[in-house]
């Protein structure tokens, strides 16, 4: 069975300083990924994701994320935060489907990202 | 485009009421879902849906119901509240269940007293 584990239910980091929200896998075939922000009393909005290709996504508001299939890990980088980043962010992972699976989103738990002044 | 239109946003009920959460979307999406997301455990399956007519359990699919008449809505029934299932509740669609990334509503908060 497939899961999601993102380390740390809390990041805070300084206005300007590198964002690091940590994001590890387990799925028995290559999955796709994925990295959602959650603003306050929103819904989900999508900000990357991995099917194929290129193992470096870039998405939107200059966040990217890294494939590193030897370490299962999907790792969501900005290079400077913004106090605007502040949200929950969620990784999730999918399968790809047949087989009897039907692909669905599996999430971990959400890391919630405070930016500091 | 509205893309996923939840309604209502806000609800309470009473322990043993029922009630239907509406979700609607005009993407032409043939795969919904819902979710559930309470502090701490992330967003869990409920129920999904890959074409009108066929549903299918998610994770914690018990006390709930859905059913899939038509390729725009997908709502979900809650026939006897307990406060357990107070929670937010999230509606889902996508082109494709696997790679295509998902549409979120703006979702339901549901306190069951």
Redesign the interface.
């Known amino acids: 069975a497939q899961s999601v584990t993102q380390l740390g ?1 809390h990041v805070s980091v300084s206005e300007g300083a590198l964002v690091l929200l940590r994001c590890n896998y387990s799925s028995s075939v290559p999955p ?1 990924l ?1 990295w ?1 922000v959650q603003y306050p ?6 900000l990357l ?1 991995y ?1 194929t290709g290129a193992t470096l996504v870039k998405g939107i508001n200059g966040f990217e994320a890294e494939f590193k299939k030897s370490e299962t890990s999907f790792h969501l980088t900005k290079p400077s935060a913004h106090m605007s980043d502040a949200a929950e962010y ?1 990784c999730a992972v ?4 047949g087989g009897g699976s ?9 890391t919630k990202l405070s930016v500091k002044p | 485009n509205a893309g ?1 239109t939840q309604t209502p946003k806000f609800q309470v009920l009473k322990t043993g009421q029922s009630m239907t959460l509406q979700c609607a979307q005009d993407m032409n999406h043939e795969y919904m ?1 819902w ?1 559930r997301q309470d502090p ?6 409920i129920h ?1 849906s ?1 074409g009108a007519g066929i549903t ?1 359990q ?1 994770e914690v699919p018990n006390g709930y119901n859905v059913s899939r008449s038509t390729t725009e809505d997908f709502p979900l029934r809650l026939l006897s509240a307990a406060p357990s299932q107070t929670s937010v509740y ?1 509606c ?1 669609s996508s082109y494709s ?3 295509y ?7 339901t908060r549901l306190t069951v007293v």
């Open positions: 239910s796709y994925f959602y009393n929103q819904g989900l909005q999508l994701k099917t969620f999918s399968d790809r489907g039907q692909g669905n989103l599996i999430f971990g738990k959400g | 996923v879902s979710y701490g455990m992330g967003l869990r399956l999904y890959v299918d998610g999230f889902a269940f696997s790679n990334g998902y549409t979120f509503g703006s979702g």
